[in-house]
Nanobody
């Protein structure tokens, strides 16, 4: 059983930075990809970024590229999402997910955390 737990959300002002963490336990080598998705009220879940445990390849959604950075610490089984230059439109529940490949399709990810709320005030 793979367990995914996010942390680090909160209330910040526009322009601030925030770092989210995602700790994974029970992971097998077949689940090589970790991704962050976000969902704002009344909107579809949106791909934010993905990374592979094996070689650290990264992938980003267009709306966050150049502002957000995904990274991982294999020794700690932890994936991070560094968010800089936050905007009110970044307000959402951010969820971490484990999958076999780093796709941007949420249906490709099997194990999900409960999410952490990020609220950006203007």
């Amino acid at each position: 059983q793979v367990l995914v737990v996010e942390s680090g959300g909160g209330l910040v002002q526009a322009g601030d930075s925030l770092r989210l963490s995602c700790v994974v336990s029970g992971r097998t080598f077949s689940y090589d990809a970790m991704a962050w998705f976000r969902q704002a009220p009344g909107k579809e879940r949106q791909f934010v970024a993905a990374i592979t445990w094996s070689d650290g390849r990264t992938f980003y959604g267009g709306s966050v590229k150049d502002r957000f950075t995904i990274s991982r610490d294999n020794a700690k089984n932890t994936v991070y999402l560094q968010m800089n230059g936050l905007k009110p439109e970044d307000t959402a529940v951010y969820s971490c997910a484990a999958g076999r490949r780093p796709y941007n399709d949420r249906n490709e990810y099997r194990y999900w955390g409960r999410g952490t709320q990020v609220t950006v005030s203007s």
